[in-house]
């Protein structure tokens, strides 16, 4: 379902990040405040603290702080928001965000879902594992992390996140 223009989360890019998280889209919530992983119910920033990404836990409307921490945001789809299966698959946009990335050129992508690594790569989540991919030439590394949305609670560690953490503190 497309969200108003004035309700997309902006992207949080500059050039030579050394991490970028990348959903699949922003949570209706998101949309609504204009600031990443926004539900209450969301463990990204308890994640990111825990994991060893951050120094501190942030708080959804400090967002834009973590660029300054050499840490961006983005989504696939910059049109729409809701959980993944609402998210219209015509307004996902792949090569877009491969042009994001060549363009910014991060050390480091991580997928904060299956299905936003799954629809990057093109093929089901079944197929894709949690962690650290096998590095493709002409992409930054690539690390696919649990979704921390409450909705997604069953399939939760904090393993990948710590694994990701490990890496770009190296």
């Not at 299956?114 to 096998?134: D, E």
């Not at 930054?140 to 409450?150: A, D, K, M, R, T």
């Amino acid at each position: 379902m497309p969200a108003p223009a004035s309700h997309r989360l902006l992207d949080q890019l500059r050039p030579n990040l050394r991490l970028v998280f990348v959903g699949t889209a922003a949570s209706t919530r998101s949309a609504e405040l204009g600031h990443y992983y926004a539900h209450p119910g969301n463990r990204f920033w308890r994640a990111i603290h825990e994991a060893g990404i951050t120094p501190r836990r942030y708080q959804p409307n400090e967002f834009a702080e973590l660029i300054a921490l050499g840490i961006g945001f983005t989504d696939l789809c910059k049109t729409g928001a809701g959980m993944d299966h609402q998210i219209a698959a015509e307004t996902i946009d792949v090569p877009g965000f491969r042009a994001k990335i060549e363009e910014y050129r991060p050390r480091t992508i991580a997928f904060t879902s299956k299905k936003a690594a799954s629809l990057f790569y093109g093929r089901p989540s079944s197929g894709i594992a949690l962690g650290r991919q096998v590095r493709e030439t002409r992409l930054p590394e690539i690390f696919v992390l649990p979704s921390p949305s409450g909705a997604a609670s069953g399939s939760w560690t904090l393993e990948p996140w710590r694994e990701l953490a490990a890496w770009i503190a190296a």
